[in-house]
């Protein structure tokens, strides 16, 4: 079956927890802080495979967590790091945010790509040790990474797109030119999915072609098969427009030229300007004058216009000298941007808040946050980090310039505490 979007749910690894040890031995009795880091957690990474051609393999699978890093130990040993989760694709897969429908990255090249990255470990005791403070008692968590909803889409990498109504002959042309083997009958939706096809112009020279399954009128809307296909056109470089000027179905070749050039522009007005093509199939049955009046409407909107038929083979060895020419003048496959990452945090994005509500002072901070939850309140030294921490963050003279006093009481969260001066 072919399967071109799914929805899964990644989640990065949670960093491993830094460890509280002080070291003892038999000729040390009070030895100094030893508790080691946590481990970094897995991160989740995607790769393409030149083997895969759909996303079936996420029909029914749909979780996919990395390993969480181990916590840290005495002896400043340090927490093993989890092991990433490698996620293959296939070439051409866009992976979105489910919630926003943004761009984060797309899996195109051999290059692999981190999608979710690994929480950083937190820190022993070991490393809060000053000749002031030679005993701290606490340590920092590992870093949580939320789970995210992704979505797969594939977008086949094809120079070449074949499009047009049903049963025009685009089946039989790339099964004439390629390997490609698709099913090939006398009647409408034979093709039921895109079929890739590799035409070997020369011994040196070689490009991919796409068979899109045929479009009708009001495709934008969810007729027939819909315009769920033409994702796989917005990379092709080239389109090339098949339309039967034989008229074998009392249709006439003007009007589905211009139907199928509207179904492309209600899908994407960028789709509808991309380099095209024209080719009139099935020329042997045609009747000449039909075939000239198409070519002089054609030509009159600036198409170059070619006549074939792929039963045959005539013309074919002319159609594709024409593509090879267009293709060697036109830019690479379209790439897609990433438009937009959610991970990590990122203190240049935070932003502080403070509100008065009640007689308490309320403050939002996604860096307070993470801050609170790597201190020991009950543990005097740990209060002294923490104090000393949000005085470098600024949170003390924000505080002052929203009028809280010493005593104030202070929430984030469900944590309170009193302001300090």
């Known amino acids: 079956m072919f399967v071109d979007v799914a929805t899964i749910n990644i989640k990065a690894g949670n960093g491993g927890d830094g460890a509280v040890s002080f070291h003892r031995?038999?000729?040390?009795?009070?030895?100094?802080?030893?508790?080691?880091?946590?481990?970094?957690?897995g991160s989740v990474i995607f790769v393409a495979d030149s083997n895969l051609s759909t996303l079936s393999n996420f029909r029914y699978k749909k979780k996919f967590h990395a390993q969480n890093g181990q916590?840290?130990?005495?002896?400043?040993?340090?927490?093993?790091?989890?092991?990433?989760?490698?996620?293959?694709?296939?070439f051409g897969t866009i992976v979105k945010d489910l919630e926003t429908d943004k761009i984060i990255a797309d899996i195109s090249t051999n290059k692999a790509?981190?999608?979710s990255k690994g929480g950083k470990g937190g820190a022993g005791n070991m490393n809060?040790?000053?000749?002031?403070?030679?005993t701290p008692r606490f340590s920092?968590?590992?870093?949580?990474?939320?789970?995210?909803?992704?979505k797969l889409e594939l977008k086949l990498l094809a120079d070449v797109g074949l499009i047009g109504f049903p049963n025009v002959g685009k089946s039989t042309i790339i099964s004439s030119v390629s390997e490609a083997k698709p099913q090939i009958a006398n009647y409408h939706f034979t093709t039921l999915s895109p079929i890739l096809g590799v035409v070997k112009y020369t011994d040196e020279k070689s490009f991919v072609m796409a068979d899109i399954p045929g479009l009708i009128e009001g495709a934008w809307k969810g007729i027939g098969l819909g315009h769920k296909f033409l994702r796989h056109v917005e990379r092709c470089r080239l389109l090339?427009?098949?339309?039967?000027?034989?008229?074998?179905?009392d249709r006439d070749p003007c009007k589905d030229f211009e139907i199928i050039n509207n179904e492309l522009f209600k899908f994407s007005a960028n789709l509808s300007k991309r380099p095209m093509i024209v080719v009139g199939n099935?020329?042997?049955?045609?009747?000449?004058?039909?075939?000239?009046k198409f070519r002089e409407y054609v030509t009159s909107k600036g198409f170059e216009f070619i006549e074939i038929s792929a039963a045959s083979q005539k013309g074919i060895k002319d159609m594709l000298n024409l593509i090879a020419?267009?293709?060697?003048?036109?830019?690479?496959?379209?790439?897609?941007e990433p438009e937009y990452f959610k991970n990590q945090y990122d203190k240049s994005d935070d932003k502080l808040e403070i509100k008065k509500v009640d007689g308490v002072y309320e403050v939002k901070s996604r860096w307070l946050e993470k801050l609170i939850d790597s201190v020991n309140f009950e543990d005097y030294d740990s209060m002294c980090y923490f104090q000393n921490s949000i005085n470098k963050y600024g949170l003390t003279d924000e505080l002052k310039k929203a009028g809280a006093k010493e005593g104030d009481t202070v929430r984030v969260n469900e944590i309170e505490f009193d302001f300090v001066d």
Do not use: W, Y
Not at 140 to 150: S, V
């Open 25 to 41: 031995d038999v000729f040390t009795a009070n030895g100094g802080p030893d508790g080691g880091n946590g481990g970094r957690g």
């Open 71 to 90: 916590n840290g130990s005495s002896g400043r040993k340090a927490g093993k790091s989890g092991e990433d989760l490698v996620i293959k694709v296939p």
């Open 113 to 115: 790509c981190v999608i």
């Open 128 to 134: 809060f040790a000053t000749a002031a403070k030679q």
């Open 140 to 150: 920092k968590p590992g870093e949580k990474i939320l789970a995210m909803d992704i």
């Open 240 to 249: 090339v427009h098949v339309v039967d000027v034989s008229g074998s179905e």
């Open 282 to 292: 099935k020329c042997d049955i045609a009747d000449s004058e039909k075939i000239s």
């Open 325 to 336: 020419e267009k293709l060697d003048e036109l830019p690479p496959a379209k790439l897609f």
